[in-house]
């Protein structure tokens, strides 16, 4: 069975850091691009970041963009996200995501989603 | 702010026939690329309902299929289903963010 799930969620202070992890299993692994998309309290959903294959290309939406940093172990089969000075408005759902689609990147979507782990931000 | 745009919530009775839109611009869907659509029920993941604005993955019912025009996209339900209360988002590429938007997500009652 094809699944993805988040581990590393939890409750910090504003200014605080946090990693998140993604164990996946059921599919090669090393052959699909990641994402992580976050879905704040009551709120829609948000792109944050994607790492290719390799880990070769990487990209951050603005909003946490020199704060965050995505990264994988193909060997592990697990996706990372390092949240630095960690906001308020950081709070969210964070998903797990994998990529399918035709190139380039810009037509990809995601196919299969983890359950999400919670990373509340507040003092 | 979403660089796509969806109407808050959309209601129909079982059996009807709905719609939820997605609006967009020169730099996501009129830009050409591709819209894909998630449904996620209460307290649950996203999952994937239309990819490539009109294909479904293995698995969802043919009630649900996708359309795409210029600037918009729509998603169509027939035959509504109790189980199709849900919330419904858009998904697209935009080059001026350099990065994937959803839709600010469309909340289908079943009356």
Redesign the interface.
Known sequence: EVQLVESGGGLVQPGGSLRLSCAASGFTFSTYIM?W?RQAPGR????VS?ISYSGSRI????SVKGRFTISRDNAKNSLYLQMNSLRAEDTAVY?CARA???DPH???????????TTVTVSS | Q?VLTQPPSVSGAPGQRVTISCTGSSSNIGAG??V?W?Q?LPG?????LI??NINR?SGVPDRFSGSKSDTSASLAITGLQAEDEADY?C?S?D?S?????????TKMTVL
Do not use: C, I
């Not at chain 1, 990209?59 to 603005?62: F, N, Q, R, V, W």
């Open positions: 994402n998309v829609g959903l948000e792109w994607y990209y951050y939406a603005d998903y399918l689609g035709r810009y037509y990809y979507y995601m196919d299969v989603w983890g359950k999400g | 979403s690329y591709d894909h998630y996620q649950t993941a996203p999952k994937l990819y490539g993955p988002y998904q590429y080059t963010l350099s990065g994937w938007v959803f839709g600010g997500g």
